[in-house]
């Protein structure tokens, strides 16, 4: 079975050691994003809404890494510090697919790295 590393710099370098994502069997595995702005290394300002947003272009930019886009997502998974956000960061996500909505989990946590408020993993098949 080939494994292979997705990498680019448009969007965030992995914080730890971590791939941004891992292809494998026609599937890609992508590592979670917070609402990093790749061009400054820091949170989008703006609070819980501007971090999902600069998490999903960090997505898009992975997924057009492999030559995928959102409609190649199947499985999400959100992570949030404050479930108030839930609908906030909805309204956002809701925006970034044209078409049918991939499976999701949405879970609350204590604390993600950096200090963010969300972050978002995906699965494509791509």
Sequence with gaps: ????????????AAIGPYSQGIRVGGM??????????????KLAEGGVKAQAQQSL???????????????????????LVDMADFAAVNEVYGGFFDGAFPARSCVAVHQLPLGGLVEIEVIAAK
Excluded: E, H, R
């Design 1 to 12: 079975m080939d494994i292979s590393v997705v990498s680019t710099a448009s969007a965030p």
């Design 28 to 41: 890609t595995f992508f590592s979670g994003q917070l609402g990093i702005d790749p061009a400054t290394g």
């Design 57 to 79: 272009k960090n997505i898009a930019a992975l997924l057009a890494a492999v030559d995928a886009t959102p409609a190649d997502i199947v499985k999400t998974t959100i992570y």
